[in-house]
């Protein structure tokens, strides 16, 4: 048996394009040739946010916050969301000002995601097992996944950013469920939403 994925996107704040092959190509090949002065810092250790900009062809550092998620709590997902990547862009130019390390030409890109699945904010697994339940829950069911990317300017201190969502319908067969346990297990997708 196949493994059937459906997904219904519904765009709310962000707008996102596809682009052929070809077109991405193109713009990457650009990118690289361009020499831009603009440092930028990834505020994620994200693997899939790193893909995204080093596909896109761009140079950039890696530094995360250190900061107390659990902490910050809102009611509503898409302002949990926008909160946690304003905490954690913030505590990065808290870091890089207390080192000596702000440059004024860095833009900084911070992010969050989270999984609403029956009316519950679920975030980050706490653990191994709650991991397992989250993704059993899933099956034959449908999640909404909502994230929040924001772009701060390190010089003038300006910041933008927006939510988007993302309706979800998971169909899995067994052998998807223990390949997602083995991932578990080896710490693969553990840490992740």
Known sequence: MNTVYAATF?????????????EFERKRA???SESSPIKIILGSSSM???EILAEMGYEFTVVTAEID??????DKPEDL????????????????????????TTLLITADTVVVYKGSIREKPSSKEEAREFIKGYSGSHAEVVGSVLISNLKTGIRKGGWDRA???????????????FLITEN?????T
């Open 10 to 22: 519904r765009t709310a704040h962000l707008q996102t394009t596809l682009e052929s092959g070809a």
């Open 30 to 32: 650009m990118a690289r």
């Open 48 to 50: 899939a946010r790193k």
């Open 69 to 74: 998620e659990k902490s910050i709590r809102k």
């Open 81 to 104: 969301v926008m909160a946690l990547a304003e905490a954690k862009a913030e505590a990065i130019r808290s870091r890089l000002q207390s080192a000596g390390q702000l440059n004024p």
């Open 167 to 181: 309706e979800v319908q998971v169909t899995c067969t067994c052998n998807l469920f223990n390949l997602c346990f």
């Open 188 to 192: 693969t997708i553990f840490n992740t």
